[in-house]
């Protein structure tokens, strides 16, 4: 018998290496190089790969006749939302996000939705048949046209799928197929990248859409190689806390629609469930005007978004204060700390200063810089805001105020939700009054300061 010839694979980036290391030596990342065998041979005279043959005619790209592609709703609106309006002909799309978030609940109630129009497929790996039955008894959803298939061979799935030709097929979950060409065990390096490719090449050559669920590490990332994610054409990351009802949906890779479009769901006692009002979920309720709030006008894909920052500025008792921030970035907190001391005047050197956006989602674009600084200055002074204020802008480093992309969006949803104030950069000044929205439009921070003493 043959002696299994093993290499050490990064986890990382899929690199291998002869020999282990303690840093990968493709992409330097610590500890990541694991043992695994080597995968067998396969093409001609013994060579891993078969020699190159051209098979596709050479194309001019004026020539191309380019279609709209058309899209296979999934019976959920925010879902189709996230997906750029539904799934493409064979478009592979992979779902990550911790375990028990409800990814495969939603799956499986999208799968439900799309059986009365289509034949779909579930193929589970990680339950059997009997648990995936008892999980949709307890949603209270029937499954009467939704073929189930229990298996984890890659070649078992892949001749099933030819065979019975599914209008949408979903993989629960990638890490728990292996293919029998490979020695390694599943969820491996080699076998999550082989697989995703085959399953990614018959999506494509049989126009069957695919959806995969993917595991995640502790830290938050899809499990396996980085090249997972450059090979299917779109990444959705399933976010929320488990105490809390609310799941966001957040597409970070999408060929077929907007890069950062967001979903948001409710848990329910009968599943998911989108929400139609998502700004009501990120807003508080006061029953009078509190210091410390400002409202912002934020753009998730192609969605505007008013979400509450919250700031409680407090004397600090150590000698060196506290920056926290939560839902948005620290570095750029300090940064403004700097900022509103350098152009304004207002030095929080001996204060302890906390940030926080309300119902747990994370803003990532610069253009809350001005609600945040709003809301610590009223913080600072205890003074509330007026009431029904907004703001947005990017506040750069020499004081000045930078517009934000589809500022008259965001004026538009929230004049549409009643707020009656809004501060915002001079250049996103709309050319036509809003009705109902008195807008204050500012070229630096100190300006947008002034404004307020005045009130």
Same mark, same amino acid.
């Given at each position: 018998?043959?002696?299994? *010839? ?38 001609? +005279? ?18 191309? $006749? ?18 750029? /309006?539904? &799934? ?12 028990? %978030? ?8 999208? &799968? ?16 059997? #048949? $009997?648990?995936?039955? !008892? ?7 029937? /499954? ?7 298996? %984890? ?15 949408? #097929? ?11 060409? !490979? ?23 049989? @126009? ?30 399933? $976010? ?12 970070? *890779? ?21 929400? +139609? ?5 990120? !807003? ?26 919250? +700031? ?11 920056? &926290?921030?939560? /839902? &948005?970035? @620290? ?58 204020? %907004?703001?947005? /802008? ?19 949803? #929230? ?11 001079? +250049? ?6 809003? $009705? ?20």
């Amino acid at each position: 018998m043959a002696k299994i *010839k093993t290499l050490f694979c990064c986890t990382e980036c899929g690199g291998t290496s002869p020999k282990w290391a303690g840093q990968c030596p493709h992409c330097n990342a610590w500890n990541t190089l694991e043992e695994q065998a080597e995968p067998a041979a396969t093409g001609q +005279a013994g060579h891993r790969y078969a020699p190159l043959t051209q098979s596709s005619p050479l194309l001019n790209l004026a020539e191309v $006749e380019a279609h709209e592609l058309p899209r296979i709703s999934t019976g959920i609106a925010e879902f189709d939302r996230v997906l750029g /309006g539904g &799934l493409v002909a064979g478009a592979v799309v992979l779902i990550g996000g911790d375990p028990g %978030i409800g990814k495969s609940t939603l799956l499986l109630q999208a &799968l439900i939705a799309m059986s009365g129009q289509s034949r779909v497929l579930y193929v589970t790996g990680e339950e059997s #048949a $009997e648990q995936v039955a !008892l999980r949709a008894r307890r949603l209270g959803i029937s /499954g009467d046209h939704v073929d189930l298939f229990a298996e %984890i061979r890659l070649e078992s799935i892949q001749a099933t799928l030819l065979r019975e030709r599914p209008a949408v #097929a979903v993989i629960d979950s990638i890490q728990t197929i292996y293919s029998g060409e !490979l020695t390694s065990a599943p969820g491996s390096v080699s076998q999550v990248k082989e697989c995703a490719a085959q399953l990614t090449r018959l999506a494509k050559q049989s @126009g069957i859409p695919i959806v995969m669920i993917g595991h995640v590490t502790k830290d938050g990332a899809l499990a396996g190689p980085r090249v997972l994610e450059h090979i299917v054409d779109t990444v959705l990351y399933f $976010e929320g806390d488990t105490h809390s009802s609310f799941r966001l949906v957040r597409a970070f *890779k999408n060929r077929f629609g907007a890069v950062n479009e967001l979903g948001v769901f409710a848990m329910t006692d009968r599943g998911l469930r989108g929400v +139609a009002n998502p700004s009501a979920l990120f !807003l508080s309720r006061h029953a009078t005007q509190v210091s410390g709030t400002c409202v912002m006008a934020t753009q998730e894909g192609t969605r505007p978004l008013l979400v509450e920052i919250q +700031a409680l500025v407090d004397t600090a008792h150590v000698p060196n204060p506290r920056r &926290l921030s939560v /839902g &948005l970035e @620290g570095n750029r907190l300090a940064m403004l700390l700097a900022v509103l001391h350098r152009h304004a005047g207002v030095s929080t050197s001996d204060q302890d200063v906390f940030v926080n956006a309300v119902g747990g989602v994370r803003i990532t674009e610069p253009a809350a810089d001005l609600p945040v600084l709003l809301a610590i200055m009223s913080s600072l002074r205890d003074r509330a805001l007026p009431e029904g204020l %907004i703001a947005f /802008g990017e506040v750069g480093l020499a004081g000045e105020v930078r517009p934000a992309p589809r500022g008259q969006e965001r004026l538009r949803e #929230a004049a549409k939700l009643g707020f009656s104030v809004a501060v915002i950069p001079k +250049a996103n000044a709309p050319r036509q009054p809003i $009705e109902g929205l008195d807008v204050w439009a500012v070229d630096r921070l100190q300006d947008a300061l002034d404004r307020l003493r005045q009130k």
